[in-house]
């Protein structure tokens, strides 16, 4: 069992959290998130608190309750503060644009990719970097992880998408002869 889901959660000031017919709700000054939970977890609201509890003592419920404590977290500090991921785009002609919703990408391919943005999440991009930024760090990260993978780094160049904090191992490449 995780030593975190253990100990009460203390609630975080301006933040309002519920728990009620398997729903967690987490409302806080930048907005509301919600998390439907497992039957087996137990949500105790109380003192300031939240704590978490298992119907019964399985390798799973053991499990689900350290990632709950930390989706929790996860709620509580999104909803107070929002959550940023940075892509830095690296490559000649590549570049990103926002026009309304959608992320126009251009990234060596013969066509424009396009990728709506979902709602929640703010995306700013000015010359070669994205900022993603929302509530939800899930949805955060998610939408991160597939503008990546659209063009990952490549060892030889650098060429791709990739996190600003994120280091490529570089390749030398041929020789001649």
Do not use: C, W
Not at 23 to 40: A, D, I, M, S, W
Not at 82 to 93: A, F, P, R
């Amino acid at each position: 069992m995780s030593r975190l889901a253990k100990k009460p959660i203390a609630i975080l000031p301006k933040t309002e959290v519920t728990y009620a017919g398997g729903l967690l709700t987490v409302k806080g000054p930048l907005g509301t998130l919600t998390k439907q939970l497992r039957p087996q977890i137990i949500v105790t609201v109380a003192d300031g608190a939240v704590a978490l509890s298992a119907t019964h003592v399985s390798l799973e419920t053991k499990a689900l309750l350290g990632t709950y404590a930390a989706h929790l977290r996860n709620m509580m500090n999104g909803v107070n503060k929002l959550y940023e991921k940075k892509l830095i785009i690296e490559g000649i002609g590549f570049k990103a644009d926002v026009k309304g919703q959608t992320l126009a990408l251009a990234l060596g391919f013969s066509h424009p990719i396009n990728k709506p943005i979902p709602t929640g999440l703010k995306v700013v991009t000015e010359k070669n970097n994205i900022v993603i930024s929302g509530i939800d760090r899930e949805m955060v990260g998610q939408f991160a992880a597939e503008v990546r993978a659209l063009k990952k780094p490549e060892p030889y160049l650098g060429k791709g998408v990739r996190y600003a904090d994120e280091v490529i191992r570089r390749k030398q490449g041929k020789k001649a002869a």
